[in-house]
């Protein structure tokens, strides 16, 4: 807990959200009542909100931000502006490595199985692949200013890369792992450095997909379900969270299985993402009751 003084009643908690969910997602909602349970003071408090008053929190633990792609380098000021104030969780360091996904390449070097991916920086010339193919932003959220590709579409490809570099965001390439179709994607959540529980994405993008998809213009709605991982899956999650910067609270690594059926990491959020708080097996006192607690022990610190 930081040094600054505080009151001497129940510890308060800021659950940090955007504008357009000032009562967060309803997935976070059942945390409040998990924290009040636990003896702390949640609020919730839009993070760009001027009339904040951060120094008053104990700690500030970043939920439905989901707006930051936007403003990358204000969100960035406003989390180092904490220091020293207060505490965040995830820490900025956290956040600096797992905001732009050219953590991907940390990943790799350290043999951790991977959707393989080129990165195209402005002004440098595309190569994709021979296959139907995803364009993104390396800074980016819930699929936004995300394309799929046929491999004849490079013209519209090359398009959306120019459009991507307007925006003053760098570029990633991958091939369309069709077992996303099929299998979709699973999400490994872990709380506190310990694994929590594992959700089903259902397939999130077609060949066309328009802004009426996305929910707040923020992210595409998903179907999500409760899943059970494979050994093979955890291990890879394990894994790729090894690489990460130490003394995170949550983290969430998004796996699709190669053409090989083997599962390989499309991402690793430890910004803001969704922890499917609801998929987990024991609802009645499982994720949300676990990352309460890991809260708790975090303010003990």
């Known amino acids: 807990m ?20 000032p009562e967060l997602d309803p997935d976070d909602r059942p945390l409040i009542a998990a924290l009040q349970a636990a003896g702390l003071a949640p609020s919730i ?14 700690l500030v633990v970043l939920r439905s931000t989901w707006d930051y792609t936007g403003a990358l380098p204000q969100f960035l000021a406003w989390i180092d502006g904490l220091a020293g104030i207060t505490d965040v ?49 390396t800074v980016s959220a819930g699929s936004r200013n995300t394309y799929r590709f046929s491999a004849d579409r490079r013209d519209a490809a090359h398009a959306a890369v120019r459009d991507i570099h307007l925006q003053g965001k760098n570029v990633m390439i991958q091939p369309y792992l069709a077992s996303v179709d099929t299998l979709a994607e699973t999400a490994m959540v872990y709380l506190d450095g310990t694994f929590s529980h594992a959700a089903r994405k259902a397939a999130l993008l077609g060949l066309d997909v328009t802004e009426h998809a996305f929910e707040n213009g923020l992210f ?48 690793v959020e430890m910004v803001e993402p969704s922890l499917f708080l609801g998929t987990s097996p024991d609802p009645a006192t499982g994720a949300a009751a676990r990352l309460a607690q890991a809260i708790c022990s975090r303010l003990g610190d």
């Open 2 to 21: 930081p040094s600054h003084a505080r009151s001497l009643s129940a510890p308060r908690v800021a659950i940090a959200t955007c504008a357009a969910y």
């Open 45 to 58: 408090a839009v993070w760009n909100d001027p009339h904040v008053l951060w120094q008053e929190f104990d």
């Open 89 to 137: 969780a995830n820490s900025a360091d956290v956040v600096r490595w797992s905001s732009e996904k050219t953590y991907l390449q940390v990943l790799d070097a350290a043999g951790v199985p991977t959707v393989p991916t080129i990165f195209v920086h402005d002004g440098e010339d595309p190569d994709f692949p021979d296959c139907e193919f995803v364009v993104k932003p």
């Open 220 to 267: 595409i709605r998903e179907e999500i379900t409760a899943r059970t991982p494979r050994a093979d899956q955890r291990a890879v999650a394990d894994a790729a969270l090894a690489c990460a910067p130490h003394g995170w609270l949550y983290a969430r690594v998004d796996l699709i299985d190669d053409h090989d059926g083997r599962p390989v990491v499309l991402e």
